[in-house]
């Protein structure tokens, strides 16, 4: 099993400044199996990242980047609907699993 | 529009069974894995297992196999998650969720808006 290690576990920012998040993998994952999500308080999480496209909808402000066992998004510009928890998670072989999240909050 | 449905809160006591279920709207059912992810109260989220639904492939994790039972129906697009004997551990949300990818699993793009399980004596 790959086990997802996200840092750091808290990331404290104030709007307008970039953030980046980070996500190691145990074992070598393909590029395009790794997944970002947000998950605000109170919500189901919401997919951001796969691969390196943004899903749906997602603003160009997010991005995914990275390989083999070391992955980056980076929010370039935080807006205030930003604060929220970050989970990667890889689907490049069973089973599946996510990180344990990185908050971002206002500081 | 693609919809996952989830069945409503739950209160039961150690040791009752009990299924959950996620009705899909909005695309073909059995064309899309759909996955389950648990999260325990403020805590992170858990993949459990996934289904494919057009053959009832079903993959778990080793956290969870032999602990719960993922099935699927296709003839109503639902997909389920149930317990036989379940423990005041298992309180959490569930949610399910549908992978982006057609044929393929992958990361989910749709999510159900959760069930919350509560177990307790």
């Known amino acids: 099993e790959i086990v997802m290690t996200q840092s750091p576990g808290t990331l404290s920012l104030s709007p307008g400044e970039s953030a980046t998040l980070s996500c190691r993998a145990s074992?070598?994952?393909?590029?395009?199996?790794l997944g970002w999500y947000q998950q605000k308080p109170g919500q189901a999480p919401r997919l951001l990242i796969h691969?390196?496209s943004r899903a749906t909808g997602v603003p160009a402000r997010f991005s995914g980047s990275g390989s083999g066992t070391e992955f980056t998004l980076t929010i370039s510009t935080l807006q205030s609907e930003d604060f929220a928890v970050y989970y990667c998670?890889?689907?490049?072989?069973?089973?599946?699993?996510f990180g344990g999240g990185t908050k971002v909050e206002i500081k | 529009e693609v919809q996952l449905v989830q069945s409503g809160a739950e209160v039961k006591k150690p040791g009752e069974s009990l299924k959950i279920s996620c009705q899909a709207s909005g695309y073909r059912f059995t064309n899309y894995w759909i996955g389950w992810v648990r999260q325990m109260p403020g805590k992170g989220l858990e993949w459990m297992g996934i289904i494919y639904p057009g053959d009832s492939d079903t993959r778990y994790s080793p956290s969870f196999q032999g602990q719960v039972t993922i099935s699927a129906d296709k003839s109503i697009s639902t997909a389920y998650l149930q317990w036989n004997s379940l423990k005041a551990s298992d309180t959490a949300i569930f949610y399910c969720a549908r992978s982006f990818v057609p044929d393929t699993a992958a990361a989910f793009d749709y999510w159900g808006q959760g069930t919350l399980v509560t177990v307790s004596s």
């Open positions: 998670q890889h689907y490049d072989n069973w089973p599946f699993t």
């Open positions: 691969g390196t």
């Open positions: 074992q070598s994952v393909r590029t395009n199996y």
